[in-house]
């Protein structure tokens, strides 16, 4: 792939291989944690090995010169036109995003030519947009000969997408894609961002599959943002009745039933009552996740996603369908949506001599139902953004 995304830059952008450089960050699935990223609770996430690949040289004219491998538009970027974001850039605006961040916080930004290539299935909620926002920011930093704390970068990347492209994610994404780490998942403190890394020994016998439910979800237009009012309700009513807690993960379960009825609004009790649950489920499943216990967390999983149908209310009837239809195949531990919801993917985890039954199971349900088919991913758990090395006879190869 190296070989043939360098054939496609020196078209874009003519001139020395050896000035060219290469980078990669990977996407993401949380496994388990769902929506406690921005109420101050524990997730636990893993980059996996598909993302976007950014390659960049040096431009000796002026701006930012973008160029996606999928799109036929190519934008040129100046330093006197970043601001505001123009929606007709299309996806340049996540880069460029990432480009007026960098520079309003006075860290320098060369000029380049940017090609971007992505592997990751464009709505599945797997955090395109954070794969996207970190390799630019890592690769333009890089470029400048700067080597900033991961956390930091992160920060850099989510501050693109949450003012200059408008959506109000969390750092979840973000911290995942930079902190990554083969064949482990992150268990991320999202109050002090502390990460602990936990291994997870799959050995030969379980495989991670995502499953594609081909209905995008838009965080711009989805009920994400209801959900973090609905939050932010919940934690103003807590206050304002002197409950000494910052966050809504800080509600020990014990105290569940006593903050359910200060609330007094059925609505906020379901999510509330999901984020303390989730909490739970999240700190158990990392334990024994480092275990290779993947009966107990199946079962997680499953009463995971329940919460999420029931209590906070973002699956929908594709995510229902599969992952209901995980349960029924024997050799799956267990199954839940992954990410914000209203469409995306799920994940499940699946014994490898089951995986085509799996399949063809999961295929069958979701068609039968929907009219077409879901598509699927077998994973691996991977390394967060960093440089790719041509070797000399790739960049032999490619030189005209």
């Known amino acids: 792939m190296v070989k043939q995304l360098l054939e496609e830059f020196l078209l ?10 290469i980078f990669f960050a990977p996407g993401r ?8 990223d921005y109420n101050g609770g524990f997730v636990l996430p893993a980059a996996i090995n598909v993302g976007t690949w950014c390659l960049v040289r ?13 799109e036929s538009l190519e934008i040129i970027g100046l330093s006197s036109d970043i601001l505001p974001p123009k929606p007709e850039r299309g996806f340049a605006n996540y880069p460029l995003g990432v480009v007026a961040m960098l520079r309003q916080a006075d860290i320098p930004v060369p000029d380049a030519d940017c090609y971007f290539a992505g592997t990751i299935p464009q709505g599945a909620g797997l955090s395109s947009s ?14 400048a000969g700067l080597s900033l704390d991961r956390t930091v970068l992160a920060k850099l990347a989510q501050q693109a997408e949450n003012d200059y492209v408008g959506v109000p994610c969390g750092l979840m994404d973000q911290l995942t894609v930079t902190l990554g780490k083969e064949q482990h998942a992150l268990l991320l403190n999202m109050q002090d961002l502390t990460c602990r890394p936990v291994p997870v020994p799959m050995q030969a016998d379980w495989a991670l599959v995502i499953v594609d439910s081909r209905k995008p979800h838009q965080l711009i237009v989805s009920p994400y943002r209801k959900r973090r009012e609905e939050c932010a309700a919940a934690l103003a009513l807590l206050h304002q009745q002197q409950w000494p807690i910052r966050y809504l993960a800080d509600i020990r379960p014990d105290d569940l039933p006593r903050a359910l009825a200060a609330l007094g609004d059925p609505v906020l009790e379901r999510r509330v009552r999901h984020i303390v649950h989730e909490q739970e489920r999240t700190i158990h ?3 024994v996740l480092a275990q290779g216990d993947f009966t107990t967390f199946g079962r997680l999983m499953n009463a995971s996603h329940e919460s999420l149908r ?10 229902d369908v599969l992952a209901m239809a995980a349960w029924s195949v024997p050799g799956c531990a267990g199954s839940r949506m992954t990410g914000a919801g209203f469409g995306g993917s799920t994940i499940a985890w699946v014994s490898r001599h089951a995986i085509d039954q799996f399949i063809a199971e999961v295929q069958a349900q979701y068609e039968s139902r ?19 090395f041509m070797t000399p006879e790739e960049a032999k190869s490619c030189e005209y």
């Open 58 to 70: 040096p431009r000796k004219s002026p701006g930012w010169r973008i160029k996606s491998r999928t």
């Open 29 to 36: 699935v949380n496994l388990m944690g769902e929506h406690l």
């Open 130 to 143: 954070a794969s996207l926002e970190v390799v630019t920011a890592y690769a333009l930093t890089h470029l």
């Open 12 to 21: 874009f952008s003519p001139g020395p291989v050896d000035e060219v450089r």
């Open 310 to 319: 029931l209590d906070y209310e973002v699956t929908g009837p594709e995510l």
């Open 370 to 388: 929907f009219g077409y088919a879901p598509a699927f991913l077998v994973a691996s758990l991977a390394d967060g953004v960093h440089e790719v």
């Open 285 to 287: 499943a990392s334990e």
